[in-house]
């Protein structure tokens, strides 16, 4: 196993040197790091490597970026920094991986194995503090342990369900000098995820599918980490299922498709909504019944059975009872389903019913998103968003922040791909989207356009990644809707508290985003109005050798629509500001 | 809510107790008593778990359980037909004139003596809990200056063992 140097004397290396050859010996191309005392080591020899390294502003920064990344490419992406202070400064970007599946390797330098546990200078409980978000941590005790923990976290980062796994290491372990050697087999005897699905549930899943009349593919997150686009989009149109897309799942199915009926939950689509609550069968892909989708739980999609395919079995059962629970990865269990129907005949096993279908193509357009722009003046966000879209193109990744600007993007952007559409959803992280789509763009490269959609409040948290953007030469597309509020955080004061607006207020010009974007250096374009819209944009677009800054300031009394009130059933969607203000009417009328 | 009883193996690693611990006290799960302990491999653990919890959150504590990288194996014993042991140490005030009665009560627990000072018997017994609580009940009267139970550790009856897996039945999903 001794790297392939059995017999001859074995290369003594460092403990830091070993950190780097274990990355190299996994194919890691980048990482997203900051140095400091405990990690100095390692960046000594990372001088030599084989290895790009992008340095951040801010921890944070180095981890979302790494998700980003992992994000856009579904590789493990890779951060490193130093003992106490910075490692708790990952503590919200592992927590956010461990939410959305992302698969992220975070190595982080340890006081040294004499000093733990002495409140020493920078030291931090580093894995007791990440256990409950991390996939798996652990606390390196031997230089000859580092290849083996590296290598076993980066397999279980990217395999089964994926997520954030963190190996901490002390100083003197990364200074210690020892006979190197990579283990290529690794040994984990409690995990094993499974893969393939079981062969009867496979069976019994296509049955209740041949009986349902109402069938309806709940695709979830899952099937972009686990890019099932084409079989995804195979089993769909040969069987006529319609497709619902969840805020992670967008773009895995096409938006553009006549089966695709759009975003469910507290700001899905209307139709996305509905076709859940009608129907008889949820083929549940990948997806976990989030609160955010279900709504009220009891009321939620309440004719249907349950078909859950999900390679976590504790997903499975969790949210919602099941029919049919399928283990294994989604990829692999749609080839199976696929497989099975090849060995059928049409006339066995015919498409879901047409008029459903129908029902759901008509229900989509009586039931658009509604959006009023005004031809002149005051530029509403969606229209911002759209014009983006309309620059940029179905080639661009598009990266979000948290807030109305986020739903808005979910909503008004036709999505083609899985891997198009990066946000934080589970843990719905501002400051997100700056060192994500930085993070991205290192992993899609040149020719793929990244384009950051992030809210004045988000921007404000991370902007400070602005100068790794320009250091390393990343050239993203910074948009900021400027709405001079915490828009999300006011909409539901206006909504739910009487319109009684409590520390949401953000001053729409301080800071002033121009003289930011002219502080990195860093081109930038502002636009006030509809009319400036789409000269401005193109102007923008011209520009892809560096990173650009556009603010659009914007209507900011437009709200997120349709929306489920947090806790109410999903039949009570709410589809356009009128009609909330209609129902308020009629309350206080019934009063 | 019932009690379940739950056999775990795991590796032993540092810190499989905080991971095990902690995940409960962060689902807001319930353990009535853990017990741990070496088993004949010194790679592994064996941990004795007693949850409280309906059938629904008792599936996930167990599936919840498994996605701890170390841990290897879960089995939930069928309390009737297990070996269910606790183990207890009481001292208890022994003026003279009850100290004959104390020792006949210990010897009807089959608890034996293992300390004596002036005034005071220490007795250790095991048992299932329900025989504990009765033998605590007794000596209640003479005074109790301390006592300590460990918690519940168990063994499901006939010759099959958990590594088999087949008597048993395996909780383990992945
Ligand atoms: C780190 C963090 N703090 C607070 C929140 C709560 N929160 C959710 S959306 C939001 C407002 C976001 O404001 P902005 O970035 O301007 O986006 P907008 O909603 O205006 O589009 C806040 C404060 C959060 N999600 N994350
Ligand atoms: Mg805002």
Redesign the pocket.
């Known amino acids: 196993m001794a790297g392939g140097n059995a017999g001859s004397t074995p290369e003594m290396v460092t403990g830091a040197q070993a950190v780097i050859k274990s990355l190299e010996a996994l194919g890691v191309d980048v990482v997203f790091g900051y140095p400091g005392g405990a990690i100095m080591p390692a960046y000594d020899p990372l001088i030599d490597a084989d290895l790009r390294h992008v340095l951040v502003r801010h921890e944070q920064g180095a981890i979302h970026m790494a998700e980003g990344y992992a994000h856009a490419t579904g590789r493990v992406g890779v951060c490193i920094v130093t003992s106490g202070p910075a490692a708790t400064n990952l503590v ?1 970007g592992l927590a956010d991986a461990h939410m959305d599946s992302i698969p992220v390797l975070a190595i982080t330098g340890q006081v040294a194995r004499s000093a733990i546990g002495s409140d020493a200078f920078q030291e931090a409980d580093v894995t007791g503090i990440t256990m409950p978000i991390t996939k798996h941590n652990e606390l390196v005790q031997s230089p000859e342990r580092i290849a083996g923990a590296i290598h076993e976290a980066y397999h279980i980062a990217q395999s089964g369900r994926p997520g954030p796994v963190l190996v901490d290491i002390p100083k003197d372990v990364l200074n210690e000098t020892f006979a190197w050697s990579w283990p290529e087999r690794i040994d984990l005897p409690g995990y094993r995820p499974t893969v393939r699905g079981h062969g009867k549930m496979i069976r019994e899943a296509l049955q209740l599918i041949s009986e349902a009349e109402r069938p309806v593919i709940y695709a979830g997150g899952g099937l972009v980490r686990s890019g099932a686009d084409q079989e995804l989009f195979e089993f769909a149109t040969r069987l006529g299922l319609p497709v619902v897309t969840t805020l992670m799942a967008r773009g895995v199915f096409p938006d553009t498709h006549e089966l695709a009926v759009g975003m469910p939950g507290m700001h899905g689509h209307y139709s996305g909504v509905m076709a859940l609550q009608e129907a008889d069968l949820l083929v549940t892909l990948a997806a976990r019944f989030d609160d955010r989708v279900t709504g009220k739980l009891d009321a939620f999609a309440p004719h249907a059975k349950v078909i859950h395919v999900d390679v976590d079995p504790a997903e499975i059962g969790k949210n919602r009872a099941v029919d049919v629970p399928i283990v294994g990865d989604v990829k692999v269990v749609l080839g199976q389903l696929l497989k099975v129907l090849d060995d059928k005949s049409d006339a066995d096993f015919a498409p879901a019913a047409d008029a459903w279908r129908q029902h759901l193509i008509e229900m989509k357009r009586e039931h658009p998103l509604r959006v009023e722009q005004p031809d002149t003046g005051v530029l509403k ?1 969606q229209t911002a968003i759209r014009a983006v879209y309309d620059t940029w193109g179905d080639e661009a990744v598009y990266v979000a ?6 739903m ?1 993007s979910a909503q008004v952007i036709p999505y083609s791909r899985g891997r198009q559409w990066i946000n934080s959803g589970g ?5 997100f989207a700056v060192p994500a789509a930085i993070g991205a763009k290192v992993g899609v490269g040149r020719d793929v356009p990244v384009v950051a959609i ?8 991370t902007f400070q990644e602005l100068a790794t953007a320009v250091q390393h030469d990343i050239p993203v597309v910074f948009c900021v ?3 001079g ?7 539901w004061q206006h909504l739910f508290y009487d319109d009684r607006l409590s520390q ?1 207020a ?1 001053p729409q010009d301080c800071p002033d985003l121009m003289k930011i974007a002219d502080a990195y250096g860093i081109p930038g374009f502002r636009v006030m109005t509809v009319d400036e819209l789409d000269t401005t944009l193109a102007k923008a677009r011209e520009i892809t050798d560096q990173p650009v800054l556009i603010e659009f300031r914007v209507d900011p009394d437009e709200m997120v629509f349709p929306m489920v009130p947090s806790g109410a059933s999903n039949d009570d969607v709410i589809e356009s500001a009128e009609e909330w203000r209609a129902r308020l009417a009629a309350a206080a009328d019934d009063q | 809510m019932n009690r379940h009883t739950l056999s775990v193996l795991v590796e032993n690693k540092p810190g499989v107790l905080t991971r095990i611990a902690g995940m409960f006290a962060r689902r807001n799960y319930n353990i009535h008593s853990l017990a741990v302990g070496p088993t004949d491999d010194p790679r592994v653990s064996r941990l004795t778990l007693v949850v409280g919890a309906e059938a629904v959150q008792l599936e996930q504590i167990v599936k919840q359980l498994n996605k701890l990288v170390h841990v290897l194996k879960i089995v939930e014993l069928d309390e009737a037909d297990s070996v269910v042991r606790e183990m207890q140490l009481v001292k208890v005030a022994a003026e003279p004139q009850h100290r004959s009665q104390i020792i006949e009560l210990a010897d009807v627990f089959r608890a034996k003596i293992v300390d004596v000072d002036h005034d005071s018997i220490t007795i250790e017994a095991a048992g299932d809990p329900g025989k504990l609580e009765a033998m605590i009940n007794l000596l209640e009267p003479y005074g109790i200056r301390e006592m300590v139970r460990s918690g519940t550790i168990a063994l499901a009856r006939g010759g099959k063992s958990i590594t088999d897996g087949s008597k048993v039945r395996m909780q383990r999903v992945v």
């Open positions: 919200t966000p922040g948290v807030g109305q600007h986020q808005w843990l719905g992280t501002m400051g992030d809210g004045d409040g988000c921007f404000q948290m809707v400027n709405n509020y915490l828009g999300m955080v006011r909409q949401v953000l």
